[in-house]
Every structure is written in structure tokens, then in C-alpha cells.
């Protein structure tokens, strides 16, 4: 079970940190990823991250802007937003599969997903 949490309202420019929490205990062997929804649109990969949290792939307009990370111990994965745009606006998902591979970034590989956050960037 994915659940997700810190999302809200933000001004542009701000920032903020979004965490989801994972539970069992194989959640080390997971690659994870955040995703996002705007209203009318698809679903779009934002950042994914390997198992092991060596390596990460970002999408092209978040990039330099927002960091995935990942805590092994904590089970939880981790995205900081920086320097928010309007456009940011949407509602974000993590997803997770258990595989030890490198970052995933079809969101059809994920066989776990988040109930999804809201986050809104007024301008």
C-alpha cells in the first residue's frame, strides 16, 4: 500500500515536499516513481528512482526544480518541488514495482499506486 501526503496550496515560486509512504518490509526492492494528472490530461511521469536509489530520470519540465529522493529504512519516497509554476498544478501519484532495476519510467510497468495528492500553484 501506497499512501502520499503533503500536498496543498502553494504560491508560485514556493515549494513544497511530498512523501509516500510504503508499507511491507520488501520496500527496498522496489523502483518507485511520482507521477501527475492535470484535469484533461494524461497521466505523466514527473521523477522515477531505482531500487537501490542510485539512479533517477526526471521529466524534462521539472527538471533542476524538483528532486526525488528515497529512505530504505523509513519506506518512504520522497519529492521536493522547488521554484513551483502554475502549471505544476495536478494531482501527483507515487507507483511502485518490485523490481531491483533502473529508474521505470512507463507508468504501465507500476503494479502499485498512490491515492494521489492534490497539489495547486496559484499564480
Known amino acids: 500500500q501506497l499512501v502520499e501526503s503533503g500536498g496543498g496550496l502553494v504560491q508560485a515560486g514556493g515549494s513544497l515536499r511530498l512523501s509516500c509512504a510504503a508499507s511491507?518490509?520488501?520496500?527496498?526492492?522496489?523502483?518507485m516513481g511520482w507521477f501527475r494528472q492535470a484535469p484533461g490530461k494524461e497521466r505523466d511521469l514527473v521523477a522515477a528512482i531505482s531500487w537501490s536509489g542510485f539512479t533517477s530520470v526526471y521529466a524534462d519540465f521539472v527538471k533542476g526544480r524538483f528532486t526525488i529522493s528515497r529512505d530504505n529504512v523509513k519506506n518512504t519516497v520522497y519529492l521536493q518541488m522547488n521554484s513551483l509554476k502554475p502549471e505544476d498544478t495536478a494531482v501527483y501519484y507515487c507507483a511502485g514495482v518490485p523490481l531491483r532495476t533502473e529508474s521505470i519510467t512507463s507508468a504501465t510497468r507500476y503494479d502499485y499506486w498512490g491515492q494521489g495528492t492534490q497539489v495547486t500553484v496559484s499564480s
Open positions: 511491507g518490509r520488501t520496500f527496498s526492492s522496489y523502483a
